[in-house]
T-cell receptor, first 111, second 112 residues
Framework: GNSVTQMEGPVTLSEEAFLTINCTYT??????LFWYVQYPGEGLQLLLK?????DKGSNKGFEATYRKETTSFHLEKGSVQVSDSAVYFC??????????FGTGTSLTVIP | EAQVTQNPRYLITVTGKKLTVTCSQN?????MSWYRQDPGLGLRQIYY???????DKGDVPEGYKVSRKEKRNFPLILESPSPNQTSLYFC???????????FGSGTQLSVL
């Protein structure tokens, strides 16, 4: 079946620290992979995506590379800001109509 | 403004009292879906719809119904709510299959 596993949170970092949030997946075929971000009291917003192996998605300083050999899509940012504090969800879709989300990783960035 | 609108934002009800959570999108999207978000479980898909009059079950459809009579609307119906349906619910839409999802702001439901 299809599933997504994310690293447990919460994660607390100081401003300008390096961020990695791990995400691994199980899927048949060639899924598309996504990172969504949820700010307090809001719905999820797409942060970045990748649709095939070795693709790198990037947005707002965040990056993630689709690694088929390790079935991973880890989220990274070189220097986090207080405004990056949110919950981050890794997700996949295989067929386009069913989406599978990880459990979410809460990030708090302190000044 | 392009958006997905859910109502109500908060709802407290009692076991067995039928309720409907509305969802409407103004982007002419083909695809719509419902999710519930629970601590430690992330988002789980309840139902989805690929077009008018076409709906299908997600991972956790038990206790829920949906309808898609118009392209813009996709209400979630709980015929007989139970406490285990207390959750945060999100509606989402997408212009076509596999593309990014646009989420509503969520409905926090408490069933007593």
């Amino acid at each position: 079946g299809n599933s997504v596993t994310q690293m447990e949170g919460p994660v607390t970092l100081s401003e300008e620290a390096f961020l990695t949030i791990n995400c691994t997946y199980t899927a048949t075929g060639y899924p598309s992979l996504f990172w969504y971000v949820q700010y307090p009291g809001e719905g999820l917003q797409l942060l970045l995506k990748a649709t095939k192996a070795d693709d790198k998605g990037s947005n707002k300083g965040f990056e993630a590379t689709y690694r088929k050999e390790t079935t991973s899509f880890h989220l990274e940012k070189g220097s986090v800001q207080v405004s990056d504090s949110a919950v981050y969800f890794c997700a996949l879709t295989n067929t386009g109509n069913q989406f599978y989300f990880g459990t979410g990783t809460s990030l708090t960035v302190i000044p | 403004e392009a958006q997905v609108t859910q109502n109500p934002r908060y709802l407290i009800t009692v076991t067995g009292k039928k309720l409907t959570v509305t969802c409407s999108q103004n982007m002419n999207h083909e695809y719509m879906s419902w999710y519930r978000q629970d601590p430690g479980l992330g988002l789980r898909q309840i139902y989805y719809s690929m077009n008018v009059e076409v709906t299908d079950k997600g991972d956790v459809p038990e206790g829920y119904k949906v309808s898609r009579k118009e392209k813009r609307n996709f209400p979630l119906i709980l015929e007989s709510p139970s406490p285990n349906q207390t959750s945060l619910y999100f509606c989402a839409s997408s212009p076509y299959l596999g593309e990014k999802l646009f989420f509503g702001s969520g409905t926090q439901l408490s069933v007593l």
